[in-house]
């Protein structure tokens, strides 16, 4: 038996709906909503701010001002649902039959009916807005995961910048001429507007000029037979098994060496690695001389440069 000896089968007073225990905390509901929804709004605006300001790249104070007002707006406005729009209490449970009767369920049907609603409101805005709020935050909270795989590489594993009449230029932007190397000498090159970009280090080798008639200066892969200049070759610096720049040229063996694991490329032929662990030959970069008298590129490598990847064909 409750307090106002109302046992649990007994129909429940219309009095009950006047209970200031189920009375929201505020005095102005309505107004606390609204400004709880405006609140919940600002701090939506804000973490998709904070998303933008991450996504672009913008500086860290601007990240964490957009976080800010973000995290402060969705927490005030649940904040003030929680401590001023919902009943009050304290409540009791009593204890009595779990169930409404009939007689209960049609007097509380009859009391809201005259009373024109319930005491306790569903707030669909609030609902919606702390919804909305949750999943753009989900959204925005995944932006580190997804940028911390780092940009996307593109066609860039597939294509470098060397392209047909692409100058070739030192990495001071300095044109070449074949007379600038020696037999024997070596030097990395860049295509012109792309000096220092690691994927374009090419590298160039001046062979001994036989003379006519005593045979192939290259053993060429077939095709290839005009891709060198007055016995320069040009082979991409990427080594095909970690990417490592392969520097070391041996002039009696004609023979790049990878500092990085030993691998040894034969230059004349092809450059197909002949020890170590790369498993392809270095890319060969058809050369030819324009008008002027400069080393020009007679096109793009024809295959992707350094160490195999998953797409690669
Ligand atoms: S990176 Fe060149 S041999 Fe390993």
């Known amino acids: ?13 219309v009095a009950a709906l006047d209970d200031p225990h189920l009375a929201p905390y505020a005095k102005r509901p309505q107004a606390v ?15 998709i701010g904070f998303g933008v300001s991450y996504w672009v790249g913008n500086q860290t104070q601007w990240q964490a001002a957009t976080l800010g007002v973000g995290l402060l707006g969705l927490g ?27 007689e209960e369920r049609s007097a509380m049907t009859a009391a809201i009916v005259e009373r024109g609603g319930m005491v306790v409101k569903r707030r669909k ?17 995944a932006f580190p995961l997804i940028r911390s795989l780092g940009p996307k590489p593109g066609r860039t594993l597939f294509a470098t910048n ?49 003379a006519p008639g005593q045979g ?9 037979s005009d891709w060198t200049v007055q016995g320069i070759v040009g082979y991409s610096k990427m080594c095909t098994h970690l990417g490592c720049p392969v520097g070391l040229y041996q002039e009696q063996t004609t023979e790049l060496v990878c500092p990085c694991h030993q ?14 662990p790369a498993p392809r030959p270095l890319p060969q970069l058809p050369l030819a001389v324009d008008a002027d008298g400069y080393l020009v590129a007679a096109g793009g490598y024809d295959q992707a440069v350094g160490p195999g990847f998953w797409e690669r064909p």
């Open 33 to 47: 909503a609204a400004v709880a929804a405006v609140s919940m709004a600002v701090g939506i605006v804000g973490v």
């Open 125 to 141: 805005v609030l609902g919606g807005l702390f919804a909305l709020g949750s999943a753009v935050f989900g959204v925005v909270a």
């Open 76 to 102: 005030f406005g649940v904040a003030a649902w929680g401590k001023y729009l919902m009943p009050q209490g304290p409540f009791v449970e009593e204890r009595h039959a779990s169930h409404s009767t009939e």
């Open 263 to 276: 691998s040894v490329f034969n230059v004349r032929a092809g450059a197909v690695p002949e020890f170590g």
């Open 216 to 224: 192939e200066l290259v053993l060429q892969s077939p095709g290839r």
């Open 162 to 210: 060397w392209r047909r009449g692409s100058s070739v230029v030192t990495v001071d932007g300095r044109r070449v001429r074949p007379s600038d190397l020696e037999v024997g000498g070596v030097l990395t090159v860049f295509p012109g507007g792309h000096e220092g970009n690691s994927p374009d280090q090419t590298i160039l080798i001046r062979l001994e000029q036989l």
């Open 1 to 13: 038996m409750s307090d106002d000896g109302r046992t649990g089968t007994g129909p429940l007073p």
